[in-house]
């Protein structure tokens, strides 16, 4: 129904494809982004945001290239903001179940699922489309491709980071509180030492190779 350009014609900064869909009348944009596709522990975290045409983004950017500060005041930027945000998450007893890139989707429509207004398009971050009927794109780096994409990255990193300071009261041997689940030299030997926990990933390499029973 609508045809974006091509890239060699992007020249309108993070903004180009919301702008762009938003000239062809399309009312609803939402960005959708996730984390946590690659830690040993904790679960893969979506989010889905839609953001206003006019508003102002300054400093909302690819959530890995921002501190822990920057996403934080952009955490709170875009949700003073947003028409809508959604966060889908999926655990990793489901991740060892259905496999990391289907655990990704998942949470991806389920981020999307709780977007109200429904959304009218979707730009995703990535190659791969995600399971839905709205119409939409695949942006490879779009979380420094689009100012939404961006948007939901931060929000998704944000939230998952907060997941994995409580698991690291829980559970502290591990230091979830700095490596949030990701395979640290300090990780990988806490679970040489104590095992793995119940949020570990037990069929990624690094964790599987220490599961008893």
Not at 179 to 194: D, L, M, P, V
Request: charged letters at 25%; hydrophobic letters at 40%.
């Amino acid at each position: 129904m609508w045809e974006l350009a091509s890239p060699e014609f992007e020249g309108g900064g993070r903004l180009f494809w919301e702008r762009k869909l938003h000239l062809q009348g399309v009312r609803f944009v939402a960005g959708v982004d996730e984390v946590g596709r690659g830690p040993l522990a904790g679960p893969v975290v979506a989010a889905a945001v839609i953001l206003p045409p006019t508003g102002e983004f300054t400093g909302i950017d690819d959530s890995k290239v921002l501190s822990a500060r920057q996403r934080a005041t952009c955490d709170d930027l875009i949700r003073s903001q947003a028409i809508s945000i959604g966060i889908g998450a999926v655990e990793s007893e489901e991740i060892d179940q259905i496999n990391i890139l289907q655990a990704t989707l998942k949470a991806m429509q389920i981020a999307v699922a709780q977007l109200n207004p429904r959304p009218d398009y979707l730009l995703v971050d990535g190659i791969v489309p995600m399971p839905a009927a709205i119409p939409q794109k695949t942006i490879a780096q779009g979380d420094s491709r689009s100012v939404s994409i961006a948007a939901a990255s931060i929000i998704a990193k944000v939230y998952r980071d907060a997941l994995m300071d409580k698991y690291h009261e829980q559970y502290p041997v591990y230091n979830f509180g700095r490596n949030k689940g990701y395979g640290t030299r300090e990780h990988r030997h806490a679970i040489e030492k104590h095992g793995c926990c119940p949020i570990h990933r037990r069929s990624f390499r690094g964790v599987k190779e220490y599961v008893v029973g």
